[in-house]
């Protein structure tokens, strides 16, 4: 199978950290990818790895470890703003389909 | 806007009618993934295609679905003889390349009410 596993839902407080892991099957594997999309809006691209190791773009960071089939997204000095949901995501077989997971719901309190 | 433009945004349709839905993708784009979402889940993926050609439509029904990407005009998600089960929001990507590190840039979606 190629499907893509994350908890359904997050809470932290604004300004602490947050993991939101990701675990995939290991078929046909390229690379792993992050979006975001906030209620009622078009999922944004976050982030790409395909080697193992942590991604860096301002506040949030990506990581993969291929010999674990995981990797997680961290968000760090959360805010308000970063409530949303949170996809990783995959190709599939053949490297055209892309398969999503179902998505962490972010919850920032303040 | 040199985003992904989708319209219609919302969409009523009574059951047995057709829906059409289109995407612009963005400029300098040649490639267009529609997907399907419904209330509180994951994207599924529909159909990806290249101008003029479908490349892979496996996440479509065999029935009553189709999607076309011309050479010229948008790319358009065609749904025959609409069901309740057909409503909900549908999302085009474009993106610059068809490799695993291409980045997609998602449209802000058709919603599909069925009546």
């Known amino acids: 199978g190629q499907s893509l596993e994350q908890p359904s839902e997050v809470t932290a407080v604004e300004g602490a950290i947050v993991q939101i892991n990701c675990t995939y099957q290991?078929?046909?594997?390229?690379?792993l990818s992050w979006y975001q999309q906030h209620d009622g809006g078009a999922p944004t691209f976050l982030s790409y790895?395909?080697?193992?190791g942590l991604e860096e773009t301002g506040r949030f960071s990506s990581f993969l470890s291929r010999s674990d089939s995981y990797g997680y997204l961290l968000l760090q000095e959360l805010q308000m703003k970063d409530s949303a949901s949170y996809f990783c995501?995959?190709?599939?077989?053949?490297?055209?389909?892309?398969?999503f997971g179902a998505g962490t719901r972010l919850f920032v309190k303040a | 806007n040199a985003g992904v433009m989708q319209n219609p945004r919302h969409l009523v349709r009574r059951r047995g009618q057709e829906a059409r839905l289109r995407c612009s993708p963005m400029?300098?784009?040649?490639?267009v993934y529609w997907y399907r979402q419904l209330p509180e889940e994951g994207l599924k993926f529909m159909v990806y295609l290249q101008k003029e050609n479908i490349i892979d439509e496996s996440g479509m029904p065999k029935e009553r679905f189709s999607a076309e990407f011309p050479k010229e005009g948008p790319s358009i998600l065609r749904i025959q003889q609409v069901v309740r089960g057909d409503s909900a929001a549908y999302f085009c990507?474009?993106?610059?390349?068809?490799?695993?590190?291409?980045?997609?840039?998602f449209g802000d979606g058709t919603r599909l009410s069925i009546l």
């Open positions: 290991t078929s046909g594997f390229y690379g």
């Open positions: 995501a995959r190709r599939g077989t053949g490297g055209f389909k892309t398969i």
């Open positions: 790895n395909a080697l193992d």
């Open positions: 990507a474009s993106s610059g390349g068809q490799g695993a590190d291409q980045p997609q840039h």
């Open positions: 400029k300098g784009h040649s490639h």
